[in-house]
DNA sequence: CTGAAAGCGCTAACAA
DNA sequence: TTGTTAGCGCTTTCAG
């Protein structure tokens, strides 16, 4: 029945060839679809010898004469991560149509791991790299000598193509959303890593203050690490200050989640006693009572953009240069933010 | 400065044979950890020649002649879904130190794109697939003629590895919580997709119902679409029926928050007016108000077992049947389970 | 312990 | 339009 079963090995270019009384050169062109070069019969007569053998072509000897994988790497700290899964999402989906299957990294934003993916992609011979770089450098992934699109807007990464969103003016924004609808006490929870990249929310808080001609409080910010105790803890650090604030903006989402509800366990209700927004906008953040308003991160557009460019630059069709896309954050009114009491 | 700069080739092992004054084969021991035989000046001296020139090891020219890619095809319908997403974390972790790479494909319950996969892993001489299988057939998996394991535990896969966590029991156990906690009338909120897996979870709801000598009364169980949207209808139908449930159970997590949040909507506190359980844990889970109490699947333990049970299979370690590795569900209390009043 | 030689399955000039 | 030929870079007997 199987037409390659048990220990018989599997049905190469030559047996086609064989089959449909063609020379191998003839059977690649039709596999390569090359239909300008070869006779519609001839053509027919290999198809079906192909169908007939279960013929299926071996892209690895392929990858070695081409030298080209369709492959790429994408790493990024955490698939897990409802970010980055849906930056992977969108990567994946515009990578599928030019052929091309994408592997995924979890960096853990550790420098054994994020280099060892950089490894597998040298030693494959990847296509191309999109990558989220938290400990890897410049030099490193330029070493790598292949197509690469840094997935976020650095400094520190000369000539690579980048791709990102607009944290400072989505920063700015959701204050003066805030202050549109009457905050002046406006509270900062500021998540952050070891490897900072550009404090770009941080200088957002600091020139929208000065623009509105507001005075800078310190005890209104608070930095945090970027996950959910720290949400917490900048919470309860800012309800007990002499002035609380009226409103307030945390990094991300998951931040801006878990301080709602510390907030809401010392029975503040939202918005009413204190208003509440998030950047990101992640799958949670339409699930918590009351929804939370939020910038909105185009993440899905930002893997499928990433794509693009990689593409191109694969493709040799980019310019010299490195290009920088910046995507705008959009805001996403839910239920956390009303004018102040009183 | 780079040993490789512009349009010079890379260098191969022969240049390294050259360079180290041995011939490939050496090298090539070298490269493989061949340590008994080869003797240890030689070996460093063609280390020192690999370093010198910048020799990078060529996994694709090793795969064509070795048939062994150490690649392997993941294949859900969504890895922006934070349940598929922890699996395929599982999946990597422990893939990453045996060194296997791993593609993911997002199947969508798309016919053309779960099969688009399955052949591209078939075309590539992947070494293993990991699916989720949601509309592909066991006969194009088994044609496939690549180690596979089968995420969920299913029928119609005979011979086959599966590993999955058990939903019949999970729901079980959800229930008897409930009953414990003094609940009699328990709506079943069940979602559905067409292809539909077993119902393990209905069929545990009447079993339980059958044991704990309840009367099944249809009213309070409704099938929804697996999303938002279902978790919203479903609470408006329980809402509305003569005498309304006490407790609710949820098939899974989105449709858990989403009927949780209609229900506080409409203006009832939970758990003191009604009892909400889920099932999955996904991440926003922990992040409602009160936090979901919920029937936790092992995701990423899943993800790490596959893992395991795939290598076994690939490694010809695995017996000749097919294995069924089922993992418990683990009840995770938060806060929208109570005794209900009166 | 090391080397020579024969491919793995395909593509791409170059000829015909 | 088709066939011949020479590899792509590595692994792996088989000799030595």
Redesign the interface.
Same mark, same amino acid.
């Given at each position: 029945m %199987?037409p390659?079963s048990k220990n018989s090995t599997r049905p190469t270019i030559i047996h086609v060839a064989r089959a449909a009384g063609v020379s191998k050169s003839t059977v690649s062109r039709v596999l390569q679809g090359d239909a300008a070069s070869v006779k519609t019969e001839t053509r027919q007569a290999v198809t079906r010898a192909i169908r007939k053998l279960g013929y @299926?072509?071996?892209?690895?000897?392929s !990858?070695?004469r081409t030298a080209r #994988?369709f !492959?790429v790497m994408l790493i990024t700290p955490?698939?897990?991560n409802?970010f980055w &899964? @849906?930056v992977?999402?969108g990567l994946?989906?515009t990578l @599928?149509r030019p052929g091309y &299957?994408?592997? $995924?990294? %979890?960096g853990d934003r550790d420098p054994q791991?994020e280099n060892?993916f950089l490894k #597998?992609a040298?030693? %494959?011979?990847f296509d191309g790299i999109a990558i989220n770089p938290t400990v890897i450098h410049s030099r490193e992934l330029r070493?790598a %000598?292949i197509p690469t699109i840094i997935l976020g807007v650095r400094d520190g990464f000369p000539g690579m193509d980048m791709i990102g969103s607009d944290s400072f003016q989505g920063t700015f924004d959701a204050l003066t959303y805030l202050f549109q609808m009457g905050h002046r006490r406006i509270g900062f929870i500021d998540g952050h890593y070891n490897a900072d990249p550009g404090r770009a929310r941080y200088r957002a808080y600091r020139d929208f203050l000065k623009q509105r001609d507001l005075v800078f409080d310190p005890t209104l910010l608070v930095e945090v690490p970027f996950e959910?105790a720290g949400g917490q803890r900048g919470m309860r650090v800012l309800l007990n200050v002499a002035q609380p604030p009226t409103a307030i903006f945390c990094s991300n989402d998951i931040l801006a $989640?878990?301080a709602m509800?510390t907030a809401?366990e010392a029975s503040l209700v939202i918005p009413r006693d204190l208003s509440m927004i998030g950047m990101d906008d992640i799958?949670?953040a339409? !699930? #918590? !009572?009351p929804g939370l308003t939020t910038m909105a991160k185009p993440k899905y557009e930002i893997g499928c953009q990433a794509a693009h460019l990689l593409l191109e630059r694969i493709e040799g069709k980019a310019p010299r240069e490195g290009r920088r896309c910046v995507l705008p954050c959009k805001l996403i009114e839910r239920g956390s933010v009303a004018p102040p009491r009183g």
């Open positions: %199987n390659r @299926e072509h071996n892209a690895i000897a !990858m070695l #994988t !492959m955490d698939i897990a409802p &899964s @849906e992977a999402r994946q989906d @599928e &299957s994408v592997v $995924v990294g %979890n791991r060892a #597998t040298r030693r %494959n011979r070493a %000598n959910r $989640v878990a509800q809401q799958y949670p339409a !699930m #918590t !009572m």
